[in-house]
Structures are given as structure tokens and as C-alpha cells.
């Protein structure tokens, strides 16, 4: 396509010409999308893929960048952000390795940073490509996921099943926008991509992480299911489903799960002192309370952004995990936003201390839930505009810029 300029693709038609818009073939699923009662919305087990699909589509894009040119705010101040970061340098130089060894809190750190650093980088430089049109942004991604699909072969050590998924989150969201972009990325560096993230990536996501803390499994599920996209890989979508499906009752409470949580799925975790064990020794459940709310805030905006950013891919490939999670993630939006405003925790709540520090987890889910559906959230808007633009934490990215009032 060449060089082209901002001035060019202030139309959603006008940006589908960049997109290489399709839909895969389908190829053979598993059962596990089946009809399940009670579930408000099913992905037909033939359904194609829907390109670019991964977090973000064609619809949102475009009216992100109409909004952009128009120097629009939020979008005018997120993109700047975006642009002026570190992460958008056309300098940024990868820094593969073939072992990425990653201990409990990244230590030891041989390679942890700089994946989720250079990921991040190659998600950033796509999206600078897709919405400003400097190509060197596009051949910047590129540089980054092939130095990377060049070298890496393994992750080692406690850390390895969420260093994956913090990375690979976003390795999957960049190289769907760069492959769908017409950006000019040869089809030998697609596929040894691709080859990556089959060889490197899903084999630590797949199994889950059961008996772990509930954000580990929900932002593996989160890279399990963009990953599935790019790759058109229906087994693998239909298990980050199931997934969901199972992680997120046990994550966010809610008074009809009894007067117990719900435990997680294949973790042998039951019964009331193991399951008050697992929820920090939090003794006294209400609607929205997290697995981790009395771990800290940080680690359930993590479990409660990957829930979100996974409902969203599902959303732009045809299934409404959204309606599904409505209620929990509504309900948990709420609860720790009101902390995070200042409200006094409780003596009953985490013996009345809370770790806040919720960073940019609840952009999507806001725009879902208010913008997109209308739901009042007062505690969640009243967050939004204090803290937003929304920047960068691990595996989230620029959701003000992406997910403000985006149809």
C-alpha cells in the first residue's frame, strides 16, 4: 500500500481499505462452545474468525481515529500519550533470548522485562500504525515480533504459565492488527510468528493455573483467546471459553453462589476453611467482593481487566461473554471503585485494611456496561474521570484511547 497519511483514513470505509478484512475458514471445534443453559449467547461451532479481531476491530478503530483527526478528547490526549511514550520509539531495539527465566515477582528476571516490555512495544507501534499511518511504526512491530519468533524457545521457573500470559496478551493484539493492516509483513515472518506463539505460548496457557491466585488463570485465559484468533485455532478459543466460564464465578462473588464462594474449577479447593484460605481470610462475602481483594487492588484489577479484555475478543468474534459476566463484573466495578474514591473499608473487610491501587483495570468493562449498555455505575465513572487517560500495566494498554464510548 505504501505511506500513506492520517488525512487519508478518517472513514470507517476509508480504513477498511488498510484492513485486510476477512473472515477465516472454519476448520473443526470441540464440543465445549456448545449450548450450555442459562447462557445468554453461543459462537456457532463453524463460525469464521473475524480479522482484525483480537481486543480491538475494524468498527472501533475507525471511530477511534475519526475522533483523533478531529482532535476529540479523550482520544486526542491518548493518543499523544501513546505517541510520546517509550514504548512508540522508533529507536526501541528487542532484546530476544531463547530461555525466558521468570521466578516468583520476576526474580530471577532473565528476560521478563524485556519480553513484556518489547511485546507491549510491538502492541504500541500497531496501534501508532493503524490510527496515525507512519509505516515506520508497522515495520518497528514487525522488527520486534520477528527478532522475537527468531529466538525464543521456552519459559522456565514458578512464573513461566503468567509470564506467558502477560506477554502473550500482547504479542497476539499486535501482530492481529499488523497482519491485518496490510503493513507489508512477509508471509515467511507471519508464519514463523505463528509457529511461536503454537510452539512457545500455548502450551503453557492451555492447562491453566488452578490453584493459583484467580488473576493468573484470567490473563491466561485473556491470551489463550487472542492468540486462538490469530491463529484460527477453534480448540484452543473454545477452551479459553471454558475457562472464563469456570474462573470468573470463583473470582467475583455473588449472594445467589451461597454462603460460599464458588471454588474454582480443578483446583481441589472446597469447603468453608479452605475456601476462606484461598480468599486471603476474608470471612464475610458480599456481591463484588474478588478472590484477591484482600490480597490488593493491583493484582484484582489484573483479574478483573483480563476477564473484561477476554469478553471483549469473544464480543468481536460473535459471542456475548459480556451478558454473561454482566452481574459479577458490574457488581465488583462498583465495589472497589468506591474504595478506590475514598470510602473507609469496613472492620468486617479485610480486617477494615485495604491495599488500593486498582491502575487502568476498568476502562473496558465501563465502556461496556455504561457507554455501550447505559448501566449507571457511578463509582466506576467517577474512577474513570480521575484517573483517565488510562496508560500502560503489564498486558493493559491504551484502553482510554481504545475503549472510550467505542461502538
Given at each position: 500500500?505504501g505511506?500513506?497519511?492520517?488525512?487519508t483514513?478518517t472513514t470507517g470505509a476509508?480504513?477498511a481499505?488498510?484492513?485486510?478484512?476477512?473472515?477465516?475458514p472454519?476448520?473443526?471445534?470441540?464440543?465445549e462452545s456448545?449450548?450450555?443453559?442459562?447462557?445468554?449467547?453461543?459462537?456457532?461451532?463453524d463460525?469464521?474468525?473475524?480479522?482484525?479481531?483480537?481486543?480491538?476491530?475494524?468498527?472501533?478503530?475507525?471511530?477511534?481515529?475519526?475522533?483523533?483527526d478531529?482532535?476529540?478528547e479523550p482520544?486526542?490526549s491518548?493518543?499523544?500519550?501513546?505517541g510520546?511514550?517509550?514504548?512508540?520509539?522508533?529507536?526501541?531495539?528487542?532484546?530476544?533470548?531463547?530461555?525466558?527465566?521468570?521466578?516468583?515477582?520476576?526474580?530471577?528476571?532473565?528476560?521478563?522485562?524485556?519480553?513484556?516490555?518489547?511485546s507491549?512495544?510491538?502492541?504500541?507501534?500497531?496501534l501508532?500504525?493503524?490510527?496515525?499511518g507512519?509505516?515506520r511504526?508497522?515495520?518497528?512491530?514487525?522488527?520486534?515480533m520477528?527478532?522475537?519468533?527468531?529466538?525464543?524457545?521456552?519459559?522456565t521457573?514458578?512464573?513461566?504459565?503468567?509470564?506467558?500470559?502477560?506477554?502473550?496478551n500482547?504479542?497476539?493484539?499486535?501482530?492481529e492488527?499488523?497482519r491485518?493492516?496490510?503493513?507489508?509483513?512477509?508471509?515467511?515472518?507471519?508464519?514463523?510468528?505463528?509457529t511461536?506463539?503454537r510452539t512457545?505460548?500455548l502450551?503453557?496457557l492451555?492447562?491453566?493455573?488452578?490453584?493459583?491466585?484467580?488473576?493468573?488463570?484470567?490473563?491466561?485465559t485473556?491470551?489463550?483467546?487472542?492468540?486462538?484468533?490469530?491463529?484460527?485455532?477453534?480448540?484452543?478459543?473454545?477452551?479459553?471459553?471454558?475457562?472464563?466460564?469456570?474462573r470468573?464465578?470463583?473470582?467475583?462473588?455473588?449472594?445467589s453462589?451461597?454462603?460460599?464462594?464458588?471454588?474454582?474449577?480443578?483446583?481441589?479447593?472446597?469447603g468453608r476453611d479452605a475456601?476462606?484460605?484461598?480468599?486471603q481470610?476474608?470471612?464475610?462475602?458480599?456481591?463484588?467482593?474478588?478472590?484477591?481483594t484482600?490480597?490488593?487492588?493491583?493484582?484484582t484489577?489484573?483479574?478483573l481487566?483480563?476477564?473484561?479484555?477476554?469478553?471483549?475478543?469473544?464480543?468481536?468474534?460473535?459471542?456475548?461473554?459480556?451478558s454473561e459476566?454482566?452481574?459479577?463484573?458490574?457488581?465488583?466495578?462498583?465495589?472497589?471503585t468506591?474504595?478506590?474514591?475514598g470510602?473507609?473499608?469496613?472492620?468486617w473487610?479485610c480486617d477494615?485494611?485495604?491495599?488500593?491501587?486498582?491502575?487502568p483495570?476498568?476502562?473496558?468493562?465501563?465502556n461496556e456496561?455504561h457507554?455501550?449498555?447505559?448501566?449507571?455505575?457511578?463509582?466506576?465513572?467517577?474512577?474513570?474521570?480521575?484517573?483517565?487517560?488510562?496508560?500502560?500495566n503489564y498486558?493493559?494498554g491504551?484502553?482510554?484511547?481504545?475503549?472510550?464510548?467505542?461502538p
Amino acid at each position: 500500500m505504501g505511506r500513506w497519511t492520517t488525512k487519508t483514513l478518517t472513514t470507517g470505509a476509508a480504513l477498511a481499505a488498510l484492513f485486510a478484512i476477512t473472515t477465516a475458514p472454519a476448520t473443526a471445534s470441540t464440543a465445549e462452545s456448545a449450548a450450555v443453559p442459562g447462557q445468554e449467547r453461543t459462537r456457532p461451532l463453524d463460525a469464521p474468525f473475524r480479522h482484525p479481531g483480537v481486543l480491538v476491530g475494524e468498527q472501533q478503530l475507525a471511530f477511534v481515529k475519526a475522533k483523533v483527526d478531529a482532535g476529540a478528547e479523550p482520544w486526542k490526549s491518548a493518543f499523544a500519550d501513546l505517541g510520546a511514550s517509550r514504548y512508540a520509539a522508533l529507536s526501541w531495539q528487542p532484546k530476544p533470548r531463547a530461555t525466558v527465566e521468570c521466578g516468583s515477582s520476576s526474580n530471577p528476571n532473565h528476560g521478563c522485562s524485556d519480553e513484556r516490555d518489547d511485546s507491549m512495544a510491538a502492541y504500541t507501534h500497531a496501534l501508532r500504525w493503524v490510527l496515525g499511518g507512519d509505516k515506520r511504526h508497522a515495520d518497528k512491530a514487525i522488527e520486534i515480533m520477528d527478532a522475537w519468533a527468531k529466538v525464543v524457545r521456552e519459559h522456565t521457573n514458578t512464573n513461566a504459565q503468567l509470564q506467558t500470559g502477560w506477554s502473550g496478551n500482547n504479542w497476539a493484539r499486535a501482530a492481529e492488527l499488523v497482519r491485518y493492516s496490510k503493513a507489508g509483513w512477509p508471509a515467511a515472518s507471519v508464519d514463523r510468528f505463528a509457529t511461536m506463539l503454537r510452539t512457545v505460548y500455548l502450551p503453557q496457557l492451555t492447562p491453566g493455573s488452578p490453584r493459583k491466585n484467580g488473576n493468573w488463570e484470567l490473563i491466561e485465559t485473556d491470551a489463550l483467546m487472542g492468540i486462538a484468533v490469530f491463529l484460527d485455532d477453534h480448540k484452543a478459543f473454545d477452551r479459553a471459553v471454558t475457562m472464563w466460564r469456570g474462573r470468573l464465578p470463583a473470582y467475583v462473588y455473588l449472594a445467589s453462589d451461597g454462603t460460599l464462594p464458588v471454588p474454582p474449577p480443578n483446583a481441589g479447593i472446597s469447603g468453608r476453611d479452605a475456601l476462606v484460605g484461598y480468599w486471603q481470610g476474608q470471612q464475610t462475602f458480599v456481591d463484588g467482593l474478588s478472590q484477591e481483594t484482600c490480597r490488593d487492588f493491583g493484582h484484582t484489577g489484573w483479574g478483573l481487566a483480563a476477564a473484561a479484555q477476554t469478553a471483549e475478543t469473544a464480543r468481536l468474534q460473535g459471542l456475548d461473554l459480556w451478558s454473561e459476566g454482566r452481574q459479577r463484573l458490574v457488581k465488583a466495578l462498583e465495589f472497589h471503585t468506591k474504595y478506590e474514591n475514598g470510602a473507609k473499608a469496613p472492620g468486617w473487610l479485610c480486617d477494615g485494611s485495604l491495599d488500593t491501587g486498582l491502575g487502568p483495570a476498568v476502562q473496558l468493562a465501563y465502556n461496556e456496561y455504561h457507554d455501550r449498555e447505559g448501566l449507571a455505575l457511578p463509582q466506576t465513572e467517577r474512577y474513570v474521570a480521575a484517573h483517565s487517560p488510562f496508560g500502560v500495566n503489564y498486558f493493559i494498554g491504551w484502553e482510554t484511547l481504545t475503549h472510550t464510548r467505542t461502538p
